[in-house]
């Protein structure tokens, strides 16, 4: 199971830090974070591996989001600075447990799901 939290209201330039609590599951896999606005497509954020040593972020939030690990808690985040409108959107985090090689940018390549948390960015 994973639990995202941390989404809410911010004004444009603020700052969330997002969380996704895994349980039920042992072993450390890696993961990521989609997000998806009313009316498009799932789209990639970032991806981290297994153990944090890499990550992989989309071209629009590189720079201003960071994704980061916790493997004692079970947990990984994603801090998300200057936030634009154009980031509002539901946020899920992924857990590939298939460990495809680095850090998967396709949905197709995760396996399990996030119910999403909301992030809605007033210009």
């Known amino acids: 199971q994973l639990v995202e939290s941390g989404g809410g209201l911010v004004q444009s330039g603020g700052s969330l830090r997002l969380s996704c609590a895994v349980s039920?599951?042992?072993?450390?896999?890696?993961m990521g974070w989609f997000r998806q606005a009313p009316g498009k497509e799932r789209e990639f954020v970032a991806a981290?591996?297994?153990?944090?040593?890499?990550?992989d972020y989309a071209d629009s939030v590189k720079g201003r989001f960071t994704i980061s690990r916790d493997n004692a808690k079970n947990t990984v985040y994603l801090q998300m600075n200057n936030l634009k409108a154009e980031d509002t959107a539901n946020y899920y985090c992924?857990?590939?447990?298939?460990?495809?090689?680095?850090?998967?940018?396709?949905?197709?390549?995760?396996?399990?799901w996030g119910q999403g948390t909301q992030v809605l960015v007033s210009s």
């Open positions: 039920g599951r042992t072993g450390h896999f890696p």
């Open positions: 992924a857990l590939d447990v298939a460990q495809h090689p680095g850090t998967p940018i396709f949905p197709s390549e995760y396996e399990y």
């Open positions: 981290i591996n297994w153990n944090g040593a890499y990550s």
